[in-house]
T-cell receptor, first 113, second 114 residues
């Protein structure tokens, strides 16, 4: 499975933007970049995904580098509820198997009031 | 919104006992996944069903573990002869098996083996 590298932890302040980086230098042409987050005492939840173009949804934005070797999850205005572990995961669109998610360690985001 | 439901939320058992967990996926989701998560680690894949067929099992799933999904609806995960190393959060997820559909996770069953 293609691997991703994320910082172990990050800290930000409430109501400020947060940029969560992810490196995936061995990404293949058919790998989609997915982000999930896990709030305390809950299962992971889907945040956003993209292939080449930047993507926006109600939760976040995903900025993908032109060479696709890195990406950044952007929370435009962090709230205390955004404190969670954020996982950057590659999923191969050509994989005919389980399409399972392979989680790394993720980035633990702390939001200061 | 009836999400993925897992029962029980917590289970404490003594070493050597058998335990069974249940997962009710989102209706009409044909794919169901089991994961295990220990403290400070990301979830680890255990097994996956498409409808009632178990199509993939991780090497983490030892002979003491068995999962079923009769009739392609709910699923059970049984651990026989539990060991202290089995203590973890067991997460279930489901998805609509079309392309890269997002996985929807339950809030897990926390197992403590004493």
């Amino acid at each position: 499975d293609a691997k991703t590298t994320q910082p172990n932890s990050m800290e930000s302040n409430e109501e400020e933007p947060v940029h969560l980086p992810c490196n995936h230098s061995t990404i293949s042409g058919t790998d989609y970049i997915h982000w999930y987050r896990q709030l305390p005492s809950q299962g992971p939840e889907y945040v956003i995904h993209g292939l080449t173009s930047n993507v926006n949804n109600r939760m976040a934005s995903l900025a993908i580098a032109e060479d696709r070797k890195s990406s950044t999850l952007i929370l435009h205005r962090a709230t205390l509820r955004d404190a969670a572990v954020y996982y950057c995961i590659l999923r191969d669109a050509w994989d005919q198997g389980a399409q399972k998610l392979v989680f790394g360690q993720g980035t633990r985001l702390t939001i200061n009031p | 919104d009836t999400g993925v439901s897992q029962n029980p939320r917590h289970k404490i058992t003594k070493r050597g006992q058998n335990v069974t967990f249940r997962c009710d996926p989102i209706s009409e989701h044909n794919r169901l996944y089991w994961y295990r998560q220990t403290l400070g680690q990301g979830p680890e894949f255990l097994t996956y069903f498409q409808n009632e067929a178990q199509l993939e099992k991780s090497r983490l799933l030892s002979d003491r573990f068995s999962a079923e999904r009769p009739k392609g609806s709910f699923s059970t995960l049984e651990i026989q002869r539990t060991e202290q190393g089995d203590s973890a959060m067991y997460l279930c997820a489901s998805s609509l098996g079309a392309g890269l559909s997002p996985l929807h996770f339950g809030n897990g069953t926390r197992l403590t083996v004493t």
